[in-house]
């Protein structure tokens, strides 16, 4: 236990460092709970679908997987500018962030719902593959807009200058949550849109 | 007198108001005021009755608000969707299901707000500070901060065991319901559809109840015993525990919407075409696997960075081992079952086809994504039972545990090995025929570092002074009883075998002696063991052993008949069977045993209500254990030590002259005080 | 040293009392399948281990209870030591070699009883909520009763009309799920002439208790003789056998392998269908609150065409294939069964 105890509210308080610590150590746990789940949908996945997939809208899939990239870029940049006071800059880049999530989703949901055939939406009779598709694109845009919340609540706070490099952990546990959604449809990506063989109403 | 008068009118105004919500909502839905049967008007009754009663008792308890913040996002819930599907020109009709889920969905939300589990956060957002809470609530008498929200995790995990032993005093009672059906063949009282209900609800809310009492002991320990003022993170902490109970809520409310008729195991397609009941039962499984996955991010993260300083891994005590090998079951497979059971609801709502075969679904999916957890789940119910085990018997032997390393890491094996069998359910299931023979191998192979304990347990006894006191009781026949438990599991693993014992009542014998063993027993010897550190009583020795008599002997009885009763016929989760098989006699016999079990733990129940006020008042250290807890007061301050202390030697040297595991002043001075207090 | 000569006889006596205990005992059901001989050959060897691993912890564990016990005024500690690498190396290895060679016999018994024997009969089982049906291929025959020559293999082709249902016959041991939208096989070679019972083993909604079905395991020569009159092509020593067939009591047994008793009483209690008792003559109310005297004429559609009308308080979820898998001869004898219920 650290040596300064006396200067706590109580024996055995923790020092911000451990604390830092420990919250890293949380997140990170709870991640691997996260990968849990996103491993069983994609064992699904497989399991239903094989090595055959769905036509889907190639383009509309490789531009929303590019916002999703191009905008773990903008969080780490504001991670970093906030842990170097700059507040400016950490505006900026997490209000980039949060635009490009919310183009993300309404890529997918917006139009790529749209175009597929899932059936409980539009109509479309596609059985299990618009079901898989549904689901998976439906799990993954849960988790982006949990995200682009946490990245408002986090912006408002540095906003109001409640962040800086003495108190960043709200905004790097925004980040590491934020790219781990990333990373999620890095995987979600191919297994939707690149492997097997195409299946479809068309084919 | 006063207080009286309260209770009663709240009572009385709760069960008035309860109609009138009910016959507004109604109203508001279009329907007729009045419902055709009588039930949900008690329900609703009843429900509003309690918070009156409760309100009557304490006019602001967390659990009252919680219950109300839960019925108001209830009704928002059913109105708000009942509304929108009117407003979208869907079919009114069918908008009782969607509308009931997203109630089902709603109310766990609501209760957390009401019970104040996210106001810190809240008031967080906006940069109010939120300062640690200590000791009980401001103004109010102690006992209320059992009723509501705090950050204490001895208030915590008691919270956790009371709901606990709540949960399985209930399930047992469903359990003793189904059984007096059983007694006899044919059907007496129980309605085929109620039956079926009841055993799924006995099974879940058995193991609600085995989660909530391993969580509360985890939490009531580990910080106690590594040396930790509290847990890494006390909000969470209590967040984990508060949304288990509208969880609870959720899967026992399945029982008004029509039950459901799988067993607890949910099997799709069953459970799509089942009544509205499964929603409620599975979004409750759903929201109670939060309180597992954010209990084990705590736990884990405590263990790792909260241990007192010299306490190296392999000096923790045993316990907090076999507590670390559950978290990690905890964390990762608890999200198998919560997604096997998103997917049926989805299914159910939007008419998906993941389990339908006419749409391309494939029903087996169900069962691997289920047992991906829930075998492994099985070992969560009893690693932290095994591990009291190897910490109370040096204790009562006065010797060192045999082969600690084994022990601890059998406990990590055993976790790890957890995850690699999960399809020995399935075998007859139709799973891929060519993983059958792997998952046999697999499944035998746990067989072995449960082994190590048994006989690393025995040798802890050789040679030792042991004494006899309740908690040790029921040590041994937690050994006892699980190792029958254990060892009918290889005749279920070994496939051919298991194509004729598989969902007969072998199995269930099966089952109840490994809970048994490795969590009841287990439990009730924590509860007595550690009871003098919680309440700073003893418990009464002589109720003690008669609860111990009566449900050993009981459970034996129970066990035995149902194995015996499986080999000749006997399949599971029938309302009525066959008497040519020639179980009869059994049948009765097993009834009776499952009442004798429940008097036994009513018994030990009413021992320790009763001697908390009234027991005699304990030593700081009963037993004479070397465990840091017990080196502090009875019961523990709220900040439990005084002063960090260092661990100087190993946890179970009984028996080693002059040797201490902790040094609980080591700045030298006695009276080294705390300025800040 | 003393201590452990008296608990190595204390286990050796327990375990041949329980040894001798186990394989005295009849444990489980006949055996009437040439595979539950092998069945039961592996379970009694594990029943021998699991006597003896009993007794082992046991016998240590009460031997230590009574030896190591603490004397009233003694209040010294216990022998200090901490383990034994070699003793725990030795419980490590001997459960693996045990387990490993369980597994083994295992997987040895499971190819023993998954072979195709040359002669084999096929029949496709088909489960429903909550009954069954048996169709020969070989001789195109539908029943609902499951009649099989003795000594021949039997090919199940196992197949579900809806949820998940199990084919199990306690006596022939083997078990195996009907997975819908899947076709999965069992081979089971009966070994015992007599009369048993198929126990669906898998939860499968409200009547679940009742998913049976009657099995007829007979000589060759009766199993000629029931699959020519199935046919309408027996023409025996006995043809003339029909007339004496007593209408009600034969209706009882198709109703009964038939699966209509899971849901339906004959003592006037409420289960999936309405009830049995005192129908015949009756008035019902339909779901669109017409009414219709029970008759025969109504009692025929409502066989053949349960969806024709549902009767009020119920749903329609009484099989449709009835009119398929009974002959409207044997559909005469349940209508006079239920006539008989008055
Ligand atoms: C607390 C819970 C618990 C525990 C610890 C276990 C432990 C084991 N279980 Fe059990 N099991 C359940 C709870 C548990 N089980 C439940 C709830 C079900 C039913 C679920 C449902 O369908 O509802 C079930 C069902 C179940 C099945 C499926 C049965 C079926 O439906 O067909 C199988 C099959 O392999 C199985 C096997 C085992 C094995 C091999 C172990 C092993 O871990 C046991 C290991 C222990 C020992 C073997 C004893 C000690 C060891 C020695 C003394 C060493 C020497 C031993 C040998 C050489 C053999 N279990
Ligand atoms: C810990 C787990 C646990 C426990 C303790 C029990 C305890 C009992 N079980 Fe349970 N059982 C299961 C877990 C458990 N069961 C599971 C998981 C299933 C599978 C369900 C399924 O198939 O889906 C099952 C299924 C099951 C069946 C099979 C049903 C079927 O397939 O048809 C039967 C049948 O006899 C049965 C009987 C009993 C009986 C008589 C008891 C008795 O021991 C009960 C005695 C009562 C108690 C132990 C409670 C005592 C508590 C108090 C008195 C507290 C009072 C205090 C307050 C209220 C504050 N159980
Ligand atoms: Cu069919 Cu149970
Ligand atoms: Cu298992």
Redesign the pocket.
């Known amino acids: 236990m650290a040596a300064d105890t006396h200067a706590h509210e109580h024996p055995g308080a923790i020092s911000p460092a451990k604390r830092l610590k420990m919250n890293r150590v949380g997140l990170w746990l709870f991640l691997l709970s996260e990968t849990f789940l996103f491993g069983g949908i994609l064992v699904s996945r497989f399991y239903l679908w094989g090595a055959t997939r769905p036509e889907l809208n190639q383009n509309l899939g490789l531009a929303v997987t590019l916002i999703l990239l191009i905008s773990s870029y903008f969080m780490y940049r504001a991670e970093t500018a906030i842990k170097h006071d700059d507040r400016g800059d950490f505006l900026r880049s997490i209000s980039v962030t949060i635009i490009l999530g919310i183009l993300f989703v309404a890529g997918v949901v917006g139009l790529e719902w749209q175009e597929a055939p899932i059936k409980p939406f539009t109509g479309g009779e596609f059985g299990i593959y618009g079901d898989i598709f549904f689901f998976m694109t439906g799990m993954h845009a849960f988790h982006v807009v949990t995200g682009v919340i946490l990245l408002m609540i986090v912006a408002y706070r540095g906003y109001k200058g409640h962040l800086s490099s003495e108190n960043f952990w709200p905004a790097e546990a925004a980040a590491i949550y934020w790219h781990f959604v990333d990373v999620v449809w890095v995987f979600f990506f191919p297994a939707l849109y690149l492997m097997g063989s195409v299946v479809g109403p068309g084919h | 007198m006063n207080r009286i008068v309260r209770i009663l009118l709240g009572f009385i105004v709760g069960f008035v108001a309860g109609i009138a919500v009910l016959v507004a909502v109604r109203v508001l839905l279009g329907l007729t005021p009045m419902p055709a049967t009588l039930a949900p008007v008690l329900f609703s009754g009843i429900g509003f009755a309690i918070l009156g009663l409760l309100y009557g008792f304490e006019p602001s308890l967390g659990l009252t608000r919680g219950f109300i913040g839960m019925a108001i996002a209830m009704i928002v819930g059913v109105v708000a969707v009942t509304h929108f599907r009117r407003a979208m020109g869907l079919d009114p009709a069918y908008a009782l299901e969607p509308a009931w889920t997203m109630a089902a969905v709603l109310g766990p939300i609501g209760f957390m707000l009401g019970v104040g589990a996210v106001t810190d956060w809240l008031k967080w957002i906006f940069g109010i500070h939120t300062p640690d809470q200590h000791g009980p609530p401001e103004g109010k008498p102690a006992w209320t901060r059992y009723f509501g929200f705090d950050q204490n995790h001895k208030v915590i995990g008691i919270q956790y065991t009371?709901t606990g032993?709540?949960l399985?005093?209930?399930?047992?009672?469903f359990?003793?319901i189904?059984?007096s059906e059983?007694a006899i063949p044919g059907i007496q009282f129980l309605a085929l559809d109620m039956f079926n209900s009841l055993?799924?609800l006995?099974?879940?809310v058995?193991?609600a109840?085995?989660l909530l009492g391993i969580g509360g002991f985890a939490n009531y320990l580990v910080p106690l015993m590594i040396g930790a003022s509290d847990m890494a993170f006390p909000r969470l902490n209590g967040f984990a525990f508060w949304i288990a109970v509208p969880s609870a809520l959720l899967i026992v409310a399945a029982l008004f919407f029509g039950g459901w008729d799988?067993?607890?195991?949910g099997y799709a397609p069953l459970s799509v075409r089942g009544a509205m009941g499964v929603n409620f039962f599975m979004i409750g499984v759903f929201f109670f696997g939060f309180s597992s996955i954010l209990g084990s991010m705590n736990l884990i993260t405590t263990t790792l960075y909260m241990r007192a300083p010299g306490m190296g891994l392999f000096r923790m005590p045993i316990y907090v081992w076999a507590v670390l090998a559950t978290a990690l079951i905890q964390l990762t497979g608890t999200q198998f079952i919560g997604l096997s059971f998103l997917m049926v609801v989805l299914e159910r709502l939007f008419d998906l086809g993941f389990f339908n075969p006419a749409e391309g679904g494939n029903v087996i999916l169900f069962q691997h994504l289920f047992w991906f957890y829930s075998h492994p789940a099985v070992y969560i119910?009893i690693l932290p039972g095994l591990g009291i085990v190897s910490e109370l018997l040096p204790v009562f032997a006065r010797k060192p545990l045999f082969g600690y390393k084994w022990i601890a890491l059998s406990s990590m094996a055993i976790a790890l090995m957890g995850f690699l069998v999960w399809a020995h359910h399935m075998f007859a299931a139709g799973m891929e025929e060519a993983l059958r023979v792997p998952f046999m191998y697999s499944t035998m192979l746990v067989a072995v570092p449960t082994g190590v304990k048994f006989f690393s347990w025995l040798g802890t006894m050789w040679r030792g002074k042991l004494s006899f006191p309740t908690p040790m009781l029921f040590v041994l026949a937690s050994i006892a009883v699980f190792l029958i438990g254990g060892l009918t599991g290889p005749p279920l693993a070994t496939v051919p075998t298991d194509l004729f014992l598989h969902d007969s009542?072998f199995v269930?014998g099966h089952?109840?002696a490994t809970?048994?063993g490795g969590?009841?027993f287990p439990f009730f010897a924590a509860l007595y063991f550690w009871y003098p550190k919680i309440t700073g009583r003893m418990y009464n020795e002589r109720l003690g052993q008669i609860h111990f008599a009566l449900?050993t002997a009981?459970?034996y009885i129970?066990s035995l008949t149902?194995a015996r009763t499986g080999l000749l016929g006997m399949?599971?989760?029938?309302?009525d069977y066959d008497p040519d098989l020639g179980i009869q006699n059994l049948h009765i016999i097993?009834?009776v045993?499952?009442?004798v079990?429940?008097?036994g733990?009513?018994v030990?129940?009413y021992n320790l209500i009763v001697s908390a006020r009234k027991g005699e008042v304990a030593a700081a250290n009963p037993w004479g254990s070397r465990s840091p807890e017990w080196q502090i007061p009875s019961p523990a301050p709220e900040h439990n030590y005084e002063e960090p202390f260092e661990v100087v030697g190993e946890p179970y040297d009984y028996g080693l002259p002059g040797s201490v595991y902790v040094d609980m002043h080591p700045s030298g001075s006695k009276t080294a005080a705390s300025p800040a207090h | 040293m003393k201590h452990a000569r008296n608990v190595i006889i204390l286990i050796v006596v327990g375990s041949a009392v329980l040894l001798f205990g186990v394989n005295v005992m009849d444990l489980a059901p006949i055996v009437a399948s040439a595979e539950a001989q092998q069945v039961d050959w592996l379970f009694g060897l594990h029943m021998n281990v699991i006597a003896f691993l009993y007794v082992l912890v046991n016998g240590i564990m009460l031997y230590s209870v009574f030896a190591f016990r603490r004397k009233p005024d003694d209040d010294s500690e216990g022998a200090y030591f901490h383990g034994n690498t070699k003793l725990e190396i030795a419980w490590t290895i001997i459960p693996l070699i045990t387990v490993l060679f369980f597994a083994f016999l295992g997987s040895v018994v499971l190819r023993n009883v998954s072979l195709a024997a040359p002669n084999s009969m096929d029949v496709t089982v088909t489960g429903r909520q909550w009954s069954w049906t048996f169709e020969y291929p070989e001789y195109g025959i539908v029943s609902t009763e499951l009649n099989l020559p003795v000594g021949r293999q039997v090919n199940f082709k196992l197949q579900s009309e809806d949820v998940i249902h199990s084919f199990w016959v306690p006596e022939w041991r083997l078990k195996h799920d009907t997975v819908p939208g899947q076709d999965k096989y069992i081979r089971l070679t009966p070994s015992e002439e007599g009369v048993f019972k198929v126990r669906c083993a898998e939860?499968c909604g409200t009547s679940h208790a009742y998913m049976l079905a009657t099995i007829n395991v007979m000589s060759q020569e009766d199993f000629d003789i029931w699959v020519q009159k199935k046919l309408g092509v027996y023409e025996g020593p006995e043809g003339g056998e029909e007339g004496e067939v007593d209408p009600v009591a034969e209706g009882f047994a198709l109703s009964q392998s038939g699966g209509c008793l899971a849901c339906h009483s004959v003592d006037g209690s409420p289960l999936v269908g309405p009830t049995w008792k005192g129908l015949y003559g009756k008035t019902e109310t339909l779901t669109d609150g017409s009414t219709v005297v029970v008759d025969e004429a109504y009692l025929y559609e409502s066989i053949v065409d349960p969806s024709a009308s549902i009767i009020q308080g119920y749903a329609d979820v009484m099989p449709k294939n009835f009119g398929d898998i009974f002959s409207d001869q044997e559909i005469g004898y349940i209508i006079e069964y239920i006539k008989s219920l008055q």
Not at chain 2, 262 to 265: A, E, I, L, Q, R
């Open positions: 009371v032993i709540v399985m005093g209930l399930a047992g009672i359990a003793l189904f059984r059983l055993v799924g006995h099974g879940i058995m193991i109840a085995i799988t067993g607890w195991t119910f009542y269930v089952f109840h809970m048994f969590f009841v449900q009981g459970f129970m149902m399949r599971r989760r029938i309302a097993m009834t045993a499952g009442f079990i429940f008097f733990v009513l030990g129940v | 939860m």
